[in-house]
């Protein structure tokens, strides 16, 4: 499910644009909720942008490649860093709350991001998912080109 931004009756606006930054600082993350900018190839137009760079590599992610889940904990924004062939598999998720945006034009605020590990082919005793939790310093923005081109 992917989440609307729209503007609120207030002088308030939800935050559309977010950078994020892990505790120790390894892994940095970009994510919109609409592409900034005409339509390029390879980018579908509307739907989400993830960048992401960390100890695993570089990696940028458009639209359907990039998994929205609108939870109580607020969204939960997944990619998949390592697919899976024959051997496993890491997903990266990002815990987004919804985030106002006053007067000031950037709002921080603190969330978790869970890498999941999913073994290869070969299927062992025990769990079958493993999962890494790391803390994320987050910054949100709203960007009113990307509102404009809705």
Do not use: C
């Not at 644009?17 to 993350?29: A, D, E, I, L």
């Not at 919109?32 to 960390?54: N, R, V």
């Not at 990039?66 to 062939?85: A, C, E, N």
């Amino acid at each position: 499910m992917s989440t609307a931004v729209t503007p609120a009756a207030s002088s308030s606006t939800n935050g559309n644009t977010f950078q994020f930054v892990s505790r120790g600082g390894h892994t940095k993350v970009g994510y919109t909720l609409k592409p900034i900018g005409p339509p390029q190839a390879g980018h579908p137009f509307g739907g989400p942008s993830l960048s992401y760079e960390g100890p695993e590599g570089s990696f940028a992610f458009h639209g359907d490649q990039i998994t929205q889940d609108d939870t109580r904990m607020g969204t939960v924004v997944s990619v998949v860093l390592k697919p899976q062939k024959d051997g496993g598999s890491m997903t990266f998720s990002l815990f987004v709350p919804p985030v106002v945006i006053d007067g000031t034009g950037t709002q921080n605020f603190a969330t978790y991001a869970v890498k999941t590990f999913r073994p290869g082919n070969f299927q062992r005793p025990g769990a079958q998912l493993t999962y890494e939790m790391e803390r994320f310093k987050g910054s949100a923005e709203f960007n009113r080109f990307q509102a404009w081109s809705s």
